[in-house]
């Protein structure tokens, strides 16, 4: 069973940056396309942002265009989520997923995902 561990997170100041980070256990981290998702108080967890498997392809919600960028590192088992100019609505906890399966497409829903880590919280401040 494969296991996500986040980290990273942390209060900033808004427009400051963060770096997320997700190392994942296991030998098959480079088959899955990987996601990450984030959920505030009081909401339903909400996509922000897919990697294929090989990182040829991403998107992004909407609301996180042009200032968070996922990538990853499939020789360490790790994928990244690089957020700028950060905003007090992206206040959330953020979680790292791996998608149920290695069929596209990409997947932005989430019970498109199997396992998820344990979440790291990211608090914006005005």
């Known amino acids: 069973q494969v296991q996500l561990q986040e980290s990273g997170g942390g209060l900033v100041q808004a427009g400051g940056s963060l770096r997320l980070s997700c190392v994942a256990s296991?030998?098959?981290?480079?088959?899955?396309?990987m996601g990450w998702f984030r959920q505030a108080p009081g909401k339903e967890r909400e996509f922000v942002a897919v990697?294929?498997?090989?990182?040829?392809?991403?998107n992004y919600a909407d609301s996180v265009k042009g200032r968070f960028t996922i990538s990853r590192d499939n020789a360490k088992d790790t994928v990244f989520l690089q957020m700028n100019s950060l905003k007090p609505e992206d206040t959330a906890v953020y979680y790292c997923a791996r998608k149920r399966d290695t069929v596209q497409p990409p997947g932005e829903l989430v019970n498109e995902y199997s396992n998820w880590g344990q979440g790291t919280q990211v608090t914006v401040s005005s």
């Open positions: 296991g030998r098959t981290f480079f088959r899955y396309n």
């Open positions: 990697i294929t498997w090989d990182g040829g392809y991403t």
